[in-house]
């Protein structure tokens, strides 16, 4: 009876344990329409979940080879470093909120919106 | 006790004065309000009121507002890619080519600077390259990896082939086509209405038109030649690269049943050939 009341015990305290092993350096916005969280830190590697422009996340740890490690709700995954800003941003739906509402996007062209993003090949010319 | 009893006595005359039916006359009193300046807060006051009612009227309205010239391109462009992921095939997984970095150093060599660009690679060969309207200075480019592989393309003639594909957006050649439609729609705003789709599905539409069917007319295709021509002269090495891109592409789309709707699209590599050569220079 004993050994089941300690194991019952762990059963509750290892989720908490492991909630406080994971400390939140600081929380950082989502700054493309829609973006994906996911599962590993490659562009390739599956969705956990599509979160939109302006979403908070909660950074886990920062920019590693080009990938942050966030939490976003009860997902804990990875974006790319290059879609996430430290201030909220100006996002073109809280722009022009009843146009995108309007526009009526069903769930996987939001999904596709935000896979565009990963597969972009982004760069930009400087003065040197 | 006395006291007390006068001034009751005394305050009963008073009230007695004023008769419950009489108007209060503040005429008398009108100069001691103004120095008070109790007319000017009221004014101060109401300013302010409306001041909020109109930006709260303002706000309301601008939640109705479409897009304006800057940020209307960059969504349709994105929405017609993400309709058209079935076509395009855009949503593959690739091996890192580091286009980003050649395409970086080919435009700071060529003084293209401050350019930001977006490549999309799409495993079709429904498009071969394009570049998609998108935010001033923003650079939205389609390249097809069958395409690239079939012609089995070096980093240099894949720059030239987007450079001029920069050239073409500049010259705002794609826009000029789809304005006419999207006009209604650009800047607008539809408060008390509500958004017609059957506009925006036009603007896709054109996107359509442009992109998998009509492409470009011979005389901004000669145009743009031209423009490449006199930017790339300077360099010879990049001129024969050029050329012989040209060439590669003229000879693809004689040969391969696959990529005929390239010389639609853009008209035509042979055309284009005669131009850049000064000899058979065919001015039109």
Known sequence: MEGLLIKFLLLFLIPVVSFADAKVIMVKYMNTPWGHVHQNSSRYSASLTTVSCGHPLKVLELNNKGWTKVIAGPYTGFVQENNLVSKKPECLQDKYPRFFDDLKLEITQMYYWGKLYDQYVEGKSRLK | ?284
């Open chain 2, 1 to 284: 006790m006395i006291k007390i009893l006068i001034f009751f006595l005394l305050s009963q005359s008073v009230f007695a004065q004023t008769k419950p039916d009489e108007l209060v006359d503040f005429s008398s009193i009108k100069d001691v309000l103004k120095n008070d300046r109790l007319d000017e807060s009221v004014r101060i006051k109401q300013e302010k009121n409306e001041k909020l009612r109109i930006q709260k009227a303002r706000a309301s309205k601008a939640r109705f507002n479409i897009p304006g010239e800057n940020d209307f391109w960059q969504i349709m462009s994105e929405l017609w890619l993400v309709k058209n992921q079935q076509i395009l095939k855009w949503d593959f997984q690739k091996p890192d080519f580091g286009l980003d970095t050649a395409f970086q150093d080919f435009l700071e060599k060529q003084g293209l600077l401050e350019k930001s660009f977006k490549i999309l690679l799409i495993d079709s060969a429904n498009v071969t390259h394009f570049a998609l309207p998108t935010t001033a200075n923003h650079y939205l480019l389609i390249l097809s990896l069958p395409f690239i592989r079939t012609l089995d393309l070096s980093k240099l003639e894949i720059s030239l082939l987007l450079m001029e594909d920069m050239v073409r957006a500049d010259a705002e050649l794609f826009k000029s086509h789809i304005r006419p439609t999207a006009k209604d729609l650009i800047g607008t705003n539809y408060v008390g209405g509500t958004l017609d789709l059957k506009k925006i599905e036009s603007v896709l539409k054109k996107y359509d038109e442009m992109i998998l069917d009509k492409g470009f007319t011979f005389s901004q295709q000669f145009e743009i030649t031209k423009h490449m021509d006199r930017t790339l002269k300077n360099n010879q090495e990049l001129w024969g690269t050029y050329y012989r891109l040209i060439v590669k592409i003229d000879k693809l789309v004689k040969e391969n049943a696959l990529y005929k709707n390239l010389a639609r699209i853009y008209p035509s590599p042979e055309l284009q050939l005669n131009w850049l050569t000064p000899s058979k220079s065919n001015d039109l």
